[in-house]
């Protein structure tokens, strides 16, 4: 069995989140344990503002690119 934890900043809507974890469900079937069932992504979500990238926390309104 494999877990792959995701932390990422808030703000991705529900479809974003499903295609990731279908990705990585994919990859690890192919690279580690070919059954679906044995492989649990945990997905974390940050707060804008609970997230600093040089030194500096951003705005907790930062708005994500939409893909």
Do not use: F, W
Not at 9 to 28: C, F, N, S
């Amino acid at each position: 069995m494999a877990i792959v934890k995701v932390t990422m900043l808030k703000g991705r809507d529900q479809e974003t989140k499903q295609r990731m974890v279908a990705g990585i469900t994919e990859v690890m079937n192919r690279e580690i344990d070919p059954d679906p069932s044995h492989v649990r992504v945990v997905i974390e979500e940050i707060e804008p503002g609970n997230y600093a990238v040089g030194g500096k926390c951003l705005d907790p309104g930062t708005k994500l690119p939409k893909k």
